[in-house]
């Protein structure tokens, strides 16, 4: 069955890193964009970063540009999201999405398989 499994939130003080980790079950992994979103309580999905298939494009949020690090381990079939210098306004839900389409996209519905999140909090 096609799933994704993230890890890697927790509980963390501002100006702190931490490593998101996506297992992804789907067969022909390194043909699907990767993408992250994140979802603050009260408000919508949003995007985050996205990565091709090949992992030699990227594309971020200009809220995380500089400070976030999406890669992934086509070997593996994962996706990572390094989070460096989190602030608070960084915590929400994580969430892993994967595309088959091939190009790399910004929207929730273009997405075609989604992690059930791990939740990431940064206190000031």
């Known amino acids: 069955q096609e799933q994704l499994v993230e890890s890697g939130g927790g509980l963390v003080q501002a100006g702190a890193s931490l490593r998101l980790s996506c297992a992804a079950s789907?067969?022909?992994?390194?043909?699907?964009?990767m993408g992250w979103f994140r979802q603050a309580p009260g408000k919508e999905r949003d995007f985050v970063a996205a990565i091709s298939r090949s992992g030699g494009g990227t594309y971020y949020a200009d809220s995380v540009k500089g400070r976030f690090t999406i890669s992934r381990d086509n070997a593996k079939n994962t996706v990572y999201l390094q989070m460096n210098s989190l602030k608070p306004e960084d915590t929400a839900v994580y969430y892993c999405?994967?595309?088959?389409?091939?190009?790399?996209?910004?929207?929730?519905?273009?997405?075609?398989?989604w992690g059930k999140g791990t939740l990431v909090t940064v206190s000031s």
């Open positions: 789907i067969r022909t992994f390194s043909r699907y964009t």
């Open positions: 999405a994967a595309d088959r389409d091939g190009a790399i996209s910004i929207r929730t519905d273009d997405m075609d398989y």
